[in-house]
């Protein structure tokens, strides 16, 4: 193979003329991170409400939620990414599409990045809410209501902390797949991490290098996030009880 490698490229002046190739990528993580840490709090806040009133013992309830996990989750996520940034424009009332289509291009392709990956990881969160919910003995329940607690206090000091401590292992890797999706924002136009170094790479035409600093920038990113969650892992263990390494 006949390749010239250039390693210093990333010091090199990139033609849009906001500095180095470098902090060019440094942009890309910012807007990766940024991406990452508004959707997953949609997910939590979205698939943890989705994962409890699947088990809330409403069926009609139940069934809606089951509906929202199956549509999110059976589509592709690209394709609901064009879904959200090509066509939901087009069927909103016509004051709200202009006002979409009007906004600031950057914003735009953000907030459409956000909301698609934040429902999408929601409807995973959901189902591991409603596995770990399940997984508890019926007893843990009946003791809250013996205990005289309605049902939203049995959830809210009872089953919900035992599962948090359940599924934490799940979620971490639910976070990393999230981190890595952010990927597919490029597609729609936002330089996120991805986006940053395929730019990189059309400049410079130092395609190994572009790509290896992102494969670098993700595996740093998120060897930091598994270290933070099993730090809360640790935090949230009850000695001798579910989540305790053995």
């Known amino acids: 193979m006949n390749y010239n490698w250039n390693w210093s490229i990333f010091w090199a002046p990139a033609p849009d003329g906001s500095g180095t190739y470098m902090y060019t990528l440094i942009k890309g993580v910012y807007w990766t991170l940024g991406v ?15 994962g409890v009133l699947r088990t809330s013992r409403i069926k009609w309830l139940e069934k809606i ?18 879904l ?19 906004a600031d291009p950057t914003l735009s392709t953000y907030w459409t990045a956000v909301i698609c990956l934040g429902l999408f ?9 409603r596995a770990g919910i399940n997984s508890l003995p ?15 206090q049995v959830y809210r000091y009872i089953l919900l902390p035992i599962t948090a ?9 639910e976070a990393l797949n999230l981190i890595k999706n952010t990927s597919v924002a490029f ?30 920038l993700y595996l740093v990113i998120n060897t930091i996030v598994v270290i933070l969650m099993r730090y809360i892992e640790k935090w949230m263990s009850v000695p001798g009880f579910i989540g305790t390494e053995k």
């Open 36 to 50: 990452s840490a508004v959707a997953w709090i949609i997910a939590l806040v979205v698939g943890v409400t989705v």
């Open 65 to 82: 939620c089951a509906g929202y996990v199956e549509v999110f989750r059976n589509i592709p996520l690209l394709v609901q990414l064009f």
């Open 84 to 102: 959200w940034y090509f066509v939901f424009p087009e069927i909103v009332p016509k004051s709200l599409g202009d006002f979409i289509k009007s």
């Open 121 to 129: 990881t929601s409807t995973r969160v959901a189902e591991q809410i």
């Open 138 to 152: 019926t007893g843990q329940s009946m003791a809250g209501t013996a205990l005289g607690l309605r049902r939203p």
């Open 165 to 173: 401590r359940i599924i934490m292992p799940p979620l971490t890797s």
């Open 187 to 216: 597609t729609i136009g936002l330089v996120e991490l991805t986006g940053a170094a395929r730019s990189m790479q059309e400049f410079s035409f130092q395609i190994f290098e572009s790509f290896a600093a992102a494969t670098v």
